[in-house]
């Protein structure tokens, strides 16, 4: 069992029909036939939607995301057709509404790892493999790769889990010429990324991109490179061989798996509300990430 906590109720806009609620946004669609995203303050974690918020976190993604838009324009287009307010939109979503390019999306979450950890550390564990892909022997929590992995995805709705697969079954999904383009997209946007991060004493240890098709145009979408996409490591504290202090929802996940939180994340009662330490330390956790990143001032 997993899913929301409490599931909000959508806000009703004129001018926009509401499409879907997901983990962190909501999509709404507008009468020239584009797609609005909104950025909410929502937490997930272990396929739960938390109760708790964290405040500011949508913009952080939102503004986050368009920057590293920025960074990647070269690489690959993205679906951001503007950032102003549909008429008649709440006063609240400034800064987290992005109006969007309607897309054919493809069905795979496209994970680049640079770094052993999470799922991946697992299937090792089990297998010396990721994604079906060998791997050498002696990597342990936190290790580099010797070279970066595409390792996709199933895309699972809320409440469910993606599944790793191999490259092989994307091809089989998407088309083998789909399937090299999203492997060479996801990697070069990694690499990318990786180097950027790399100068402002960060490692992207590992992130997920959605693309879509505008027409045969392979396109950015959702967000990117954001803490709820990606790992972020202090670089002057990366130690192979433990879990790796992080500018993500990491801290998120460590509580709620410490007896602290009394909360048994294999039974089927929901998690608890996120105490006000938790919050606090995970919004400065996320404003840091943005700071390090872009070089900007939050504020």
Request: glycine content about 8%; overall charge negative; aromatic content about 8%.
């Amino acid at each position: 069992m997993s899913g929301f906590v409490e599931k909000p109720e959508p806000l009703q806009v004129p001018g926009l029909v509401h499409l879907h609620t997901g983990k962190v946004r909501e999509l709404y669609r507008n009468d020239a036939g584009d797609l609005v995203m909104v950025a909410s303050d929502r937490m997930s974690a272990y396929d739960w939607v938390l109760p708790t918020e964290i405040p500011d976190k949508g913009r952080v993604l939102t503004r986050l995301s368009l920057w590293w838009f920025d960074q990647l324009a070269d690489l690959v287009p993205n679906h951001v057709l503007s950032t102003e307010l549909p008429p008649g939109a709440p006063a609240d979503w400034a800064g987290r509404t992005l109006v969007c390019k309607s897309l054919e999306m493809v069905p795979v979450e496209c994970v680049a790892r640079g770094y052993l950890t999470g799922s991946g550390l697992v299937e090792y564990d089990a297998s010396r493999t990721v994604c079906g892909l060998a791997l050498p022997e002696g990597l342990v929590d936190g290790s580099e790769l010797p070279a970066p992995i595409f390792t996709p995805a199933t895309k699972a709705a809320v409440g469910e889990h993606d599944e790793n697969v191999s490259y092989e079954e994307v091809a089989r999904q998407v088309g083998a010429d789909t399937a090299a383009e999203l492997r060479q997209t996801t990697l070069a946007v990694y690499a990318r990324a990786r180097d950027i991060a790399r100068e402002r004493g960060i490692i992207l240890a590992d992130t997920k991109f959605e693309f879509g098709f505008d027409g045969d145009t392979l396109v950015v979408a959702d967000e990117v490179l954001t803490p709820d996409s990606s790992r972020f490591w202090p670089a002057d504290r990366w130690q192979p061989g433990r879990a790796q202090p992080s500018y993500d929802k990491q801290f998120v996940r460590d509580w709620l798996t410490s007896p602290a939180s009394g909360w048994d994340r294999t039974g089927e009662r929901p998690p608890p509300a996120l105490p006000q330490q938790v919050v606090d330390a995970t919004r400065a956790k996320y404003l840091e990430a943005y700071e390090l990143l872009t070089g900007l001032s939050w504020s």
